[in-house]
């Protein structure tokens, strides 16, 4: 009787598992101030196979890779791990119920050693209750045979090249006997040989049974690693298939297939002189011969996938990290740029991609963060600020912007995103710039807000303004801008016109 | 109408924040309250009511306030500067070298005595500077942190103020040197300081850029600002006001010794800490340090008054200074929350 039970739960959740696969998602939903990052979003995955998770810049892939590694907590939906409804309280807890995930950023102790690194926390101990150093190297030559990882258990982390790192997390992950293993663009860092290395032991680990889920940008990477791929949207999912039955441009049509409606409200104004003109600008191991020239009045797009180093170029024009070499010409007039100051005394300003870490001073007020980049150049009087001048042409200008704030005396950190961005837009304003760089002007804002800001971009261009554009969002590009430059891998891929250029064209040279 | 949806165009001053500095106004005057029925309970007699007494607090804590000025801003700028009190050793035995009575035949320097009064201040000044650019330089320019680049002058100051005489004090300054720090002289300077400062901070650029660099570096950098050269001027600043204090130390007891400031640079961050100016910068101001420096100041005389023994008045220091820092903890987790 009682075995016949057991044998009942153990076919119960035999048949979940059978119909949930390793790792079930159901409609999970996250939300952050001002931004729906995954809207009642699917994913399953099952054991022994690689599923690629796909998507543009910002679909939420990252996002939900967070929470089902514990370190963010979805606000509603299910996580069922084997058929079981689970909740991941903390990368720990995950880390426990078998769920790791190699982060993008590797998450290693620099200055510890191979085998610490990969045993914290579960250091094997002698009988004196010290950590056993010769059996810890041991074990951990047994785990780099079994994946075939040629690493010196002895070294110092520090001294590890990037493939070598990632190989030590993947090794401390199967260390837990994960059945999920999480990977957020692995091979970002890697050379092609590297690449080969790490798929043979991806190819292992499936075999083992584990479950991967793999994040990536790169076509060629998805049909030759990926047995089944899941397509997100603007936070949405869109649709799951084995990667058998789908072509390139399928994939393409699904990432970035929606309509452009009359979000981006461009209006053709005319084009005048070369303002600015970049040519051959290189930081090496960065970017490399970066060259392109913008009109007064043009919106000039910068697209490109996330890697593809363009606001490195954008703080090299801005002075921020200046290039080693190339030149910069304004005006036709070559200028030396080092320090932003020395950029904003030749008419540039720039949005940074970062609202809150590079752009904002979050505890500051309104006022103080308008006024900051304007008291840099003028409106200071023998070391005073004439504020109540400042302070009208502050009001006036958070008006025209209609920046949303009780008074301007209230913390920027209060605010939403869309009002943050604004006011950051209204400090660079104020400076009345020549050439506008923007990088990411509308990023985790909601629409409305996005829209005022294009009209306003646009709005700009027609006075005269000439503006750079950074943009991840394929729509926006193409909506605002008049040119594209296309990057890839530091290196400039392309330039297409705004009649000949379209989602997927961009995206051919973005992705290679 | 709801306030986050009106529109900037109808701008509302009114509705400013309480201040922070209100919430430690009130500390304090909790602090003397009890100290107030403590005294009469314990000693039948008022503790606010002596005027004579709240100058004589005032008299001792004024000296470690202009140091404190100094530190405010530097801590407002996301630093630290922990060589304030050897600085104050440094300059004071500088500049009373220089302010030696010709009548006393052992002076330091024996051609130079009776010198008018604006030698030893201006040299005490000068050195103070000379030392606070040099922090200011390591920390902008070499990127070592604050703490590392001011303890190195906290030891290399004290050092060389215990060198330049081998040990030995140096006393008898002319009378217009004495004068300096004589009687309520020394309040007088740290309100002036206090005030210029407190003007400094609120109404000009480098004020502006103070508070910018300690909010948020990179966006300062961004924004314009040399965030380099504006750091050594910070640092200098207070170095300034380290090497006035010095001056000041050194005219009050007549005489300098090397060992004189010793920890005063802890005092005077505790002072600007318990005024709630934030030790991760951005937030803080000149009246805030005035009055943690106060309640310092009330809690040494009141203990005093008490007849409470010394060692007390230590410990609660200490854990004032701690309640302060978490005090300001929380206030940020709030925010964040918010």
């Known amino acids: 009787m009682v075995s016949s039970k057991i044998a009942a739960a153990i076919k119960q959740v035999l048949d979940a598992t059978e119909a949930d696969g390793l790792l079930a998602i159901e409609g999970i939903r996250k939300e952050f101030p001002g931004v729906l990052a995954l809207d009642n979003v699917k994913l399953r995955v099952r054991p022994g196979t690689v599923h690629a998770l796909m998507g543009e810049n910002g679909a939420g892939k990252s996002t939900l890779m967070k929470i089902i590694a514990g370190i963010y907590q979805p606000d509603a939906g299910e996580i069922r791990l084997r058929g079981v409804p689970t909740v991941l309280k903390s990368p720990l807890d995950a880390l426990e119920q078998g769920i790791a995930m190699i982060h993008q950023e590797l998450q290693l102790m620099n200055w510890m050693t191979v085998a610490e690194n990969i045993w914290i926390r579960r250091e094997p101990k002698n009988r004196f209750g010290l950590i056993d150093h010769s059996k810890m190297i041991t074990m951990t030559e047994e785990l780099f045979t079994r994946l075939n990882i040629v690493v010196n258990p002895h070294a110092q982390v520090s001294e590890l090249t990037v493939a070598q790192k990632q190989m030590v997390e993947i090794a401390r992950a199967v260390s837990y006997e994960s059945s999920v293993l999480i990977m957020d663009e692995p091979t970002s860092a890697l050379t092609d040989r590297e690449v080969q290395h790490l798929f043979s032991i991806i190819r292992s680990l499936r075999e083992r049974g584990i479950g991967i889920v793999y994040i990536t940008h790169k076509m060629n990477e998805l049909f030759e690693i990926a047995d089944e791929f899941t397509v997100f949207r603007d936070g949405k999912y869109v649709g799951t298939h084995s990667s058998k039955d789908v072509n390139r441009d399928d994939i393409i049509r699904m990432m970035v297939g929606r309509d452009i409606t009359d979000m981006f409200p461009k209006i053709d104004c005319p084009i005048g002189d070369v303002v600015l003109e970049v040519k051959n600008l290189t930081i090496p191991g960065v970017f490399h011969d970066i060259s392109f020239s913008l009109r007064r009045g043009e919106i000039l797009g910068l697209a490109g996938l996330v890697g593809s180093k363009r606001s490195n170029v954008a703080e090299a024009i801005f002075g921020v990290t200046p290039a080693t070499s190339g030149e910069i010409l304004v005006e036709g007039t070559p200028v030396v740029i080092d320090s932003p100051s020395a950029a904003m005394s030749h008419g540039f300003a720039f949005l940074t991609e970062d609202r809150k870490e590079t752009g904002c001073f979050l505890i500051l007020n309104c006022l103080e963060n308008i006024q900051s980049a304007l008291i840099t150049r003028s409106h200071v009087k023998a070391g005073f600020v004439e504020q109540s001048t400042v302070t009208k042409l502050a009001e006036d200008m958070a008006a025209t912007l209609r920046v949303k704030t009780p008074n301007l005396y209230e913390a920027v950190e209060n605010l939403s995103g869309g009002n943050q961005q604004k006011l950051l837009i209204a400090r660079w304003l104020l400076t009345k710039p020549r050439i506008l760089i923007l990088d990411e002007p509308t990023r985790g804002i909601d629409v409305g807000a996005k829209a005022e800001i294009h009209k306003l971009i646009t709005g700009l261009a027609a006075e005269g303004v000439a503006v750079l554009m950074i943009s991840s969002e394929l729509p926006e590009v193409l909506g605002m801008s008049d040119r594209v430059v296309v990057m890839h891998e530091g290196r400039v891929s392309g330039v297409l016109d705004r009649a000949e250029a379209t989602q997927v064209k961009i995206m051919d040279l973005a992705a290679r | ?338």
Not at chain 2, 92 to 109: D, T
Not at chain 2, 306 to 317: G, V
Request: with cysteine.
């Open chain 2, 1 to 338: 109408m709801n306030t986050t949806t009106q529109s900037i165009a109808q701008v509302d001053r009114s509705r400013r924040r309480l201040p922070p500095e209100l919430t430690i106004l009130l500390v304090l005057v909790g602090i003397s309250l009890t100290f107030e029925i403590l005294g009469w309970i314990l000693q039948g007699q008022s503790f606010l009511g002596n005027t004579q007494r709240l100058s004589i607090m005032i008299l001792q804590v004024s000296v470690i306030g202009i140091i404190a000025i100094g530190v405010t801003q530097v801590i407002i700028s996301d630093g630290i500067d922990l060589s304030s009190g050897s600085i104050v050793g440094a300059t004071a035995m500088i500049s009373m070298s220089l302010a030696q009575m010709g009548s006393y035949e052992r002076a330091l320097y024996p051609a130079l005595t009776d010198l008018p009064v604006i030698v030893p201040v201006a040299a005490g000044l000068l050195v103070g500077v000379v030392c606070g650019v040099i922090n200011g330089f390591l920390i902008a320019y070499t990127r070592i942190p604050p703490f590392i680049a001011t303890l190195g002058m906290m030891v290399t100051a004290r050092g060389f103020a215990k060198w330049y005489t081998k040990g030995q004090p140096i006393s008898f300054p002319t009378e217009s040197f004495a004068a300096i720090g004589k009687g309520l002289a020394p309040v007088l300077i740290f309100l002036v300081v206090a005030a210029v400062m407190h003007i400094v901070l609120r109404y000009t650029r480098y004020g502006k850029f103070t508070y910018a660099i300690g909010a948020n570096r990179h966006a300062a950098r961004v924004s314009g600002i040399n965030v380099e050269r504006h750091t050594v001027k910070v640092y200098a600043v207070a170095g300034l006001l380290s090497g006035l204090a010095g001056i000041v130390v050194a005219s009050r007891g007549l005489t300098a010794q090397a060992g004189m400031g010793t920890s005063y640079e802890l005092d005077a961050i505790a002072m600007a800490v318990i005024g709630g100016v934030s030790l991760s910068g951005g937030r803080g101001s000149i009246a805030g340090t005035l009055i943690g420096m106060i309640i310092f100041g009330v809690i040494i005389s009141g203990f005093t008054f008490l007849r409470l023994d010394a060692y007390y008045q230590e410990m609660l220091k200490g854990v004032i200074i701690v309640a302060a820092v978490v005090a300001d903890m929380y206030r940020q987790r709030k925010r964040a929350k918010a």
